[in-house]
């Protein structure tokens, strides 16, 4: 238990130091929504909105949740709803640890893999951008249900992913996950009840999910594509996983990275020998190629963010490759890997979508609020030198942002790119 501590407090110091910026990013687009929706009207329609039929967002109720108690604990304070985002993260993190140190029966294993999956740059949007929590939220729930089902609570383990889904469909895959470990760790003995129960209840949340509660809207939105496109999105998906940034202008990181992997590459095929580590190398590749789904499918919406699944198997894969080796040498090469994150943290903070977009929200309700118009004035958003009306648009919500921010004055708005605007008063 004392060493469990340690381990917490760790890999919270370690997201903190690395992390620490994104605690300071201001809302964006979606935020704005998702705050409006499901808090600060009266509880029974936020309620409603969050158990509902869905009308601005997907049917995600514990998601949902999420903002529900942020908007109305914290309200405009962005600072409080990226601690509770750090929170599920470092306890992702933390499970991580707790189910690998299960799995591999080895506790440099298992602090190598939750160091790896803390420290990964592709959690990048997930940390930044608020609305990006619904994948880590799902993980973490993932993960506890997982190593729920490790330490035979069964029945907290199936009450945790009915959770996960609830929060990220995505996280149905980990009934991928349940039956990998079942075939490779258990053969003879496969729990085929549990894999049932599991196995039902995520065709029974399918059919409700996607026949209830999936409008046609998003349907045409995130378009399902067996093409030609969905070999890019695979590159570019693995390129992720492996710890590429997403911009360029890395080339020298990218080196550096690319050297790193190969050295790790070598030391994982000698561990492969022992049939342990062959279960947990099989295992991890497995949760890697799952936790691509569906997003492959999806390639025009790509982000790293919907990874979670597919990292927690590259953290094994590299704790895997590390083992055998002295505890100093595998110091360094998690300090290396560490010093390649940040960089790329960096480089990604520098010209990512989700910066720019925060900054263009922060200044135009700063200029609001020096201006100060009259209640029930129109603002107008026209093109301008700061950004385009679109972009102004997008930024803010769809203007819900005018709505958070400045809920008495009962200001309209418009946006130039939509149509014709009457000036402002």
């Keep these: 238990m004392k060493k469990d501590f340690w381990v917490l407090l760790f890999l919270a110091i370690l997201v903190f130091a690395l992390w620490y910026k994104a605690l300071f990013n201001f809302f964006a687009q979606d935020d704005f929504i998702l705050i409006n929706h499901f808090s600060q009207n ?102 506890s249900s997982f190593y729920g089902y490790l330490i035979g609570k069964k029945g907290h383990s199936l009450i945790l ?7 990220s469909e995505a996280m149905i895959i980990g009934l991928a996950i349940f039956a990998g470990y079942e075939f490779l760790y258990k053969r003879k003995k496969i729990d085929k009840q549990f894999l049932t129960i599991i196995g039902s209840t995520s065709v029974i949340f399918l059919i409700i999910k996607f026949a209830l509660f999936t409008s046609k809207t998003t349907f045409d939105v995130y378009q399902l594509e067996l093409s030609t496109k969905v070999f890019p999105a ?19 990181a990218s080196w550096i990275l690319s050297v790193w992997l190969t050295f790790v590459a070598l030391l994982l095929i000698k561990t492969l020998n022992k049939k342990q580590n062959f279960n947990q190398f099989i295992l991890s ?27 927690f198997g590259f953290s094994i894969m590299i704790a895997l490759a590390l083992k055998q080796l002295r505890p100093v040498l595998s110091l360094v090469f998690l300090i290396i890997f560490l010093g390649i994150a940040a960089y790329n943290i960096n480089l990604t903070k520098s010209n990512n979508w989700v910066i720019e977009r925060s900054n263009l929200a922060s200044i135009y309700l700063e200029q609001i609020k020096e201006i100060k118009p009259l209640p029930e004035s129109t603002l107008v958003f026209p093109n301008s030198k700061l950004s385009t009306s679109k972009e102004a648009y997008i930024s803010l919500g769809n203007g819900e942002a005018i709505k958070f921010w400045f809920k008495n004055k009962n200001y309209k708005y418009c946006f130039t790119a939509f149509g014709k605007c009457s000036a402002l008063p």
């Design 285 to 311: 590749v497995a949760i890697i190629i799952v936790g691509l789904f569906p997003f492959v499918l999806i390639p025009q919406h790509l982000s790293p963010h919907y990874m979670n699944i597919s990292i």
């Design 234 to 252: 695979i590159k570019y998906y693995l390129l992720r996983i492996a710890g590429f940034a997403e911009t360029s202008g890395d080339k020298i």
């Design 161 to 167: 992913f009915i959770l996960a889904i609830l929060a």
């Design 42 to 143: 009266n509880v029974w329609q936020d309620l409603k909105n969050l158990f509902g039929p869905p009308t601005v967002t997907h049917w995600r109720p514990i998601h949902n949740l999420y903002f529900f108690v942020t908007g109305n604990v914290f309200s405009k304070n962005y600072l409080g709803y990226h601690i509770l985002t750090f929170f599920f993260h470092i306890s992702a993190s933390f499970l991580i640890y707790k189910t690998v140190q299960k799995l591999a029966k080895n506790p440099k294993v298992a602090i190598t893999a939750a160091f790896i999956y803390a420290v990964h740059p592709a959690h990048f949007v997930s940390l930044f951008w608020i609305s990006g929590s619904a994948t880590m939220i799902g993980f973490f729930l993932l993960i």
